[in-house]
């Protein structure tokens, strides 16, 4: 049986997971491109896919927090790709789209509630999404396509602060491996 000793740390998998498909949906909310293909599969695989994963082994090394976010948010990225591709063949109105963002903030707040002694680029990306997560509900509720631009641009930075904390995650396998 393997110890939750041995397993490696997942955050960076995670971090980089959700900053990279955040930095990708953001740019194309911020009105640089439509969203494609390349933005869902970078949802689906980056911000789906490896979050899990993260979320999984985190469980398994009995750290509640880490295994809660990062399985909760691999499901939302998912969960935003199924319906961008309509998989129901059913069309989303804006308002039940602003609800789903609501519902996603208040989780988001929910998460943050247990960064406050974190480090802040940690502290930023989960109080930047709480923001982020109102502005796309807003845009979503007042059809503005200017609120949805800009937190395109908000998602940005927390998609590259979540990028930078798990490159601060990763860079700690040198220190550990050192010896």
Request: some cysteine; charged content about 10%; overall charge neutral.
């Amino acid at each position: 049986m393997t110890s939750s000793n041995t397993l490696a740390n997942p955050s960076a998998l995670g971090l980089f997971g959700f900053g990279m498909a955040t930095i990708v949906l953001s740019i194309s909310n911020a009105g640089a491109f439509d969203p494609n293909t390349a933005v869902l599969a970078m949802g689906f695989m980056c911000g789906g896919v490896a979050q899990i994963i993260a979320g999984l082994i985190d469980f398994k090394k009995n750290n509640m927090f880490g295994a809660t976010v990062f399985t909760m948010f691999g499901l939302f990225w998912m969960t935003l790709v199924a319906i961008k591709l309509n998989l129901a063949g059913i069309a989303t109105e804006p308002a039940t789209m602003g609800t789903v963002f609501v519902v996603w903030g208040t989780l988001a707040a929910v998460f943050s509630l247990c960064v406050a002694k974190k480090n802040i680029p940690l502290r930023l990306v989960f109080y930047g999404l709480i923001i982020l997560f109102a502005l796309l509900a807003a845009s979503e509720f007042a059809e503005m396509e200017l609120l949805k631009n800009i937190a395109g641009v908000l998602g940005v930075m927390c998609g590259a602060g979540a990028f930078y904390v798990g490159v601060t995650e990763f860079l700690k396998c040198k220190e550990d491996h050192a010896s």
